[in-house]
């Protein structure tokens, strides 16, 4: 595939507001997750939260769309002047030449959730607060982005679980291979709920600790929450990150649990390599999906090492912002931006010792390299995989 440019990125996560605050972050190795203070009578677990979600409002002409996710897509679109970049794409390529593709795998059903609470009665209807086609629709956030930036090319919301917001970005390489615009601005947002929390507390899934990926003793995840976006263009203006090829799968093996023996995440990550004309060799280092959860971080090393063996270094960043679900895939995204601008590869935190088990070379400390290419992995329930590959311009 042609490579396409990353011209601008910016993101808001549980280790502050801006793409430098999770760069420094990495760098000081220091985690975002803190003790889950979410709900009324908290589980005990540990989540990525984002300071200011509550004092910030979406208001004016788009207020229809306020909620807690929503919220977050407005903090990242604020951030690292990202809404100017979009402005000036808007100039170069026209409105209806730029694309909004936006993964999630809840949106807004948060208000929802609170809306159902409120009643004053089972019978009673849910107070007007609840918007649910601006707010819990699967569409509210790609279509609030859009009217935000002004944009009216193509809009399309992704919501394949945790391979969300990777996806987001195959759907917008094809749509600009399609002729169907010339750029895109591609993101991911998951906020903290009661159902996800709850959820994977229901499939015993959620760690009591900060979670640990590809450790002996992990015990599940940290969910966090998150919006990151990015402008994908044909060309870039000035040397930077570029997506040189993408893959994806499908297990079709149970509702839930990954194939596992990996044949579904080795599948997208072989196709991924064909689509960028690489081979396994010149891959620099990849971030995990890297859950946290005993059978996810055992099938995906499996999957690795059945290309990669143990020559190519691998990171998680769950440790930094926990598991944001369907924002994950630009959270990895983030990681390997760091990792091409740093050249270095991030130790997985809060990991103290490998599973004696695992093939692949989980680096546990910052790992200084020369990094040109990184694969990302984000991969959803139902089998639902997805791997990218980014590299430098320039």
Same mark, same amino acid.
């Given at each position: 595939?042609? %490579? ?9 996560n549980a280790l502050g507001i801006g793409t430098a605050a999770t760069h420094r972050a990495f760098v000081d190795r220091r985690s975002g997750l803190t +003790? ?32 807690? &996710? ?19 794409? +808007? *100039? ?9 593709? $936006? ?15 409120? +009643?004053?009665?089972? *019978?009673?209807?849910? %107070?007007?607060?609840?918007?649910? /086609? ?50 895109? $601005? ?14 994977? /507390? ?7 600790? %900060?979670? +640990? ?25 000035? %040397? ?71 020559? $190519? ?29 740093? /050249? ?12 004696? *088990? ?17 694969? $990302? ?15 430098? &311009?320039?």
């Amino acid at each position: 595939m042609e %490579p396409l440019a990353l011209s601008h990125v910016s993101s808001v996560n549980a280790l502050g507001i801006g793409t430098a605050a999770t760069h420094r972050a990495f760098v000081d190795r220091r985690s975002g997750l803190t +003790r889950n203070d979410f709900t009324a009578d908290p589980l005990e677990t540990w989540i990525g939260r984002v300071a200011g979600v509550e004092s910030c409002r979406v208001s004016g002409r788009l207020e229809r769309f306020d909620c807690r &996710n929503n919220r977050l897509a407005l903090m990242a679109l604020e951030a690292d002047g990202f809404r100017d970049a979009a402005a000036a794409a +808007r *100039q170069r390529h026209g409105a209806d030449r730029i694309g909004v593709f $936006v993964g999630t795998s809840t949106s807004g059903i948060l208000e929802t959730e609170l809306g159902y609470r409120a +009643r004053p009665g089972e *019978q009673a209807p849910l %107070p007007d607060s609840v918007r649910i /086609q601006f707010q819990q629709n699967i569409f509210s956030a790609a279509h609030f982005t859009r009217e935000l930036l002004a944009l009216a090319g193509p809009a399309v919301a992704v919501s394949t679980a945790c391979s969300s917001s990777a996806k987001a970005f195959v759907h917008a390489a094809r749509a600009i291979a399609a002729g169907l615009c010339d750029a895109a $601005v591609v993101g991911g947002v998951d906020s903290l709920c009661y159902t996800t929390l709850y959820g994977f /507390q229901s499939l015993q899934l959620l760690s009591s600790v %900060p979670c +640990r990926p590809c450790d002996a003793q992990r015990n599940g995840i940290s969910i966090g929450e998150a919006a990151s976006f990015a402008l994908l263009e044909r060309r870039a203006a000035r %040397p930077g990150m570029v997506l040189l090829g993408y893959g994806e799968s499908s297990d079709a093996h149970h509702m839930s649990s990954p194939d596992p023996q990996g044949a579904g995440a080795r599948s997208a990550m072989a196709a991924a390599l064909a689509r960028a004309r690489l081979s396994a060799v010149e891959i620099d280092g990849i971030v995990l999906h890297g859950t946290a959860t005993v059978l996810n971080d055992q099938v995906e090393d499996l999957a690795i090492d059945g290309l990669f063996g143990r020559r $190519v270094p691998l990171c998680s960043m769950k440790g930094w912002t926990g598991h944001t679900l369907g924002a994950a895939g630009m959270m990895n995204m983030l990681a390997a931006r760091s990792a091409l601008e740093g /050249q270095f590869i991030p130790g997985t935190l809060n990991t103290r010792t490998v599973d004696p *088990q695992f093939h692949g070379n989980v680096v546990l400390d910052n790992h200084a390299a020369r990094v040109d290419r990184v694969l $990302v992995n984000a991969f959803g329930f139902g089998g639902s995989n997805c791997s990218l590959i980014f590299g430098r &311009n320039g």
